[in-house]
């Protein structure tokens, strides 16, 4: 068994992170880990260096939680919710973990939602988290 996490660096990417992790240690499988990003051209020297930062503490966590994992940072220029789906396709994921921010209904018409898209297109179960507060 695989779960996949769609992750980035909010307090809705850090619960599905934490929940996944569970998940993963619950059922005894892997984790992968997509942490997209899509465009690392235009990252500047620091926001790189925190990029890496971020990514080095999911691996800390990970590790010290005894959970077997993979971070991938596809950076091909998709959108998150392409690169999750994509990825999942690609391990044959059992499901997949996303968190979920309130949005109001103007943001969600002209911006979209990845959450959206991963719940409408994924190839499995998705399971969808809210931030802790």
């Not at 569970?22 to 020297?45: H, M, P, Q, Y």
């Not at 690609?90 to 979920?100: K, P, R, T």
């Not at 969600?108 to 969808?128: D, H, I």
């Amino acid at each position: 068994m695989t779960v996949v996490v769609g992750y980035v660096a909010t307090d809705e990417g850090r619960a599905a992170l934490r929940r996944a992790a569970s998940e993963c240690k619950l059922r005894g499988t892997r984790l992968v880990v997509v942490n997209s990003s899509r465009t690392a051209k235009d990252l500047d020297a620091r926001e790189t260096a925190a990029y890496e930062q971020e990514e080095a503490g999911i691996k800390a966590l990970l590790d010290e939680q005894g959970v077997a994992h993979e971070v991938r940072r596809p950076v091909r220029g998709l959108e998150p919710a392409e690169d999750i789906i994509a990825v999942a396709e690609e391990v044959d994921a059992d499901f997949i973990v996303i968190g979920l921010r309130r949005r109001s209904p103007v943001g969600k018409l002209f911006l979209g939602s990845n959450a959206q898209r991963v719940l409408l297109e994924s190839p499995c179960p998705v399971l969808a988290v809210k931030a802790d507060h």
